[in-house]
């Protein structure tokens, strides 16, 4: 059990400062939080002590990984279905020589020394943060006791099998018809499968699980202050930088729109190049956003706003306080946690809220099934973003849908929402039917999505 949880996540209950500058009242004293995730150095003066490079260099090799899948040339290479799997277990040879602006599909250049995956990874693969690479600090050993996909109890075996699924499909041309080559015959979209997956088994677990966590001496909010190496950043710091940057946001995130940050990047300081490190958006940041700007006149939600500034207010008082958590004076650890889980529940809103989303495209892609309108890819895109992001939910030592399903109950809300949406589409050989249960188990599974997280009503439906 965490030695310092402070508060239950949910029903969304935590009052924070809000989105921007100014202090935060803890008690006897003030912490000055900043406007954008910008921190000084308290070893080096002048330099900032906010590093949190390898997070980005995995939400840039997620966006790689299912790019390479929807490539027909690169996926159907042996490579895909070896035991050294390109940008999962291998980021060199060519790999390395990758331009980072053409990967994340950007308008301007990436400078030094970051425009390449080699120099932007220096060597680290995806598989470093997967679940499971971490036994020490995870709640569960996801290589042996993962959930929600039928047949698969390690979270590595089935990614590597829908890699190699894909790679089979594309090298032997039995995809689906008219569709393109990583869509199957059974309404599966490798690509968006495998990088929502992702999103889950790496930003999530590794930021909330490992870099966030607290139950583990010498590691995330246990990990001592104090310098690493020469580096200009104590050990803490750089856990919940990481934690950040796993969430994906800009360091400006908090001055823009939603509808700004719903894109992967913006020049914050027009100098003509982008920095792959501080002005783009990955994954769950810009889903927050997403989901905010959608219901933002009907039902306001602002999880990416809460998510921003429980990262602001808790790295400020772990720089204010110089010292491990352990020694901070109490309204300030109270602080410290209470920041902490605000921005996790946002987080895990943020994921559920997105599953919902998918939810509804695949109902409106059924709908449109008979119809001129209809297509395959759009029902597996939509179906395999909602299986992706809801296996993510698992990750999170301390998601309300772990708990029993009811009083007494031996199914949790995980296990049941797994069981209603199922592991594929009512699809098979191409075509697809609008099955009336199918359609009854999703609306269910919104439903519960909606009552564990006690969402809007009106927001559900918008989503």
């Not at 809103?349 to 449109?368: Q, Y």
Request: hydrophobic share 45%; net charge negative.
């Amino acid at each position: 059990m965490p030695m310092f949880r402070t508060a239950v996540l949910l029903p969304c209950a935590l009052a924070l400062v809000a989105c921007g500058g100014g202090s935060g009242s803890l008690g006897s004293d003030n912490v000055d939080t900043p406007e954008q995730y910008v921190f000084d150095s308290v070893f080096v003066p002048g330099e900032s002590s906010v590093v949190y490079r390898e997070a980005v260099c995995h939400q840039t090799l997620i966006v790689a990984l299912a790019g390479a899948v929807r490539d027909l040339q690169a996926i159907g290479g042996a490579a895909y279905r070896s035991d050294a799997i390109p940008y999962f277990d291998d980021t060199g040879g060519e790999i390395a020589q990758r331009d980072v602006a053409a990967i994340l599909g950007l308008d301007a250049p990436v400078p030094a020394p970051a425009a390449t995956i080699g120099a932007l990874c220096e060597g680290r693969a995806l598989a470093d943060a997967f679940a499971g690479s971490a036994p020490a600090v995870e709640h569960r050993d996801w290589n042996t006791a993962f959930e929600g996909a039928a047949g698969y109890a390690s979270a590595r075996v089935f990614l590597e099998d829908l890699v190699a699924r894909a790679s089979e499909q594309a090298a032997s041309g039995s995809g689906a018809l008219d569709a393109p080559h990583y869509v199957s015959p059974g309404g599966i979209d490798y690509a968006q499968l495998i990088a929502s997956f992702l999103q889950g088994a790496v930003a999530y677990s590794r930021g909330v699980d490992g870099h966030l966590g607290d139950d583990v001496s010498g590691s995330g909010l246990r990990a001592p202050f104090e310098r690493s190496g020469e580096a200009p950043f104590a050990v803490l710091e750089h856990e919940w930088d990481l934690a950040f940057g796993y969430f994906g946001a800009a360091r400006a995130y908090g001055d823009r729109s939603y509808a700004a940050n719903r894109e992967r990047a913006i020049d914050d300081n027009g100098d003509g190049v982008l920095d792959v490190v501080s002005e783009l958006n990955f994954g769950a940041a810009r889903s927050a956003a997403a989901r905010d700007d959608r219901v933002a006149l009907l039902a306001p939600t602002n999880f990416s706003g809460r998510a921003f500034s429980g990262f602001l207010l808790g790295r400020s008082i772990l720089t204010a306080g110089a010292s491990s958590v352990s020694e901070l004076e109490q309204t300030r650890l109270s602080a410290l946690f209470l920041a902490r889980d605000t921005l996790v529940e946002s987080w895990e809103r943020t994921i559920a809220a997105s599953v919902i989303h998918e939810i509804n495209n695949l109902l409106a892609a059924m709908d449109a099934i008979g119809s001129d309108d209809f297509t395959i890819a759009a029902l597996a895109r939509a179906f395999s973003a909602m299986k992706g992001l809801a296996l993510g939910l698992q990750f999170n030592p301390d998601s309300p849908v772990l708990a029993p399903l009811g009083t007494g109950s031996s199914t949790s809300r995980f296990q049941r929402l797994h069981a209603l949406i199922g592991d594929a589409p009512p699809c098979d050989a191409s075509q697809c039917v609008d099955e009336r249960d199918y359609r009854d188990d999703l609306i269910e599974a919104r439903g519960l999505l909606e009552s564990v997280y006690a969402f809007n009503a009106d927001a559900v439906l918008a989503w």
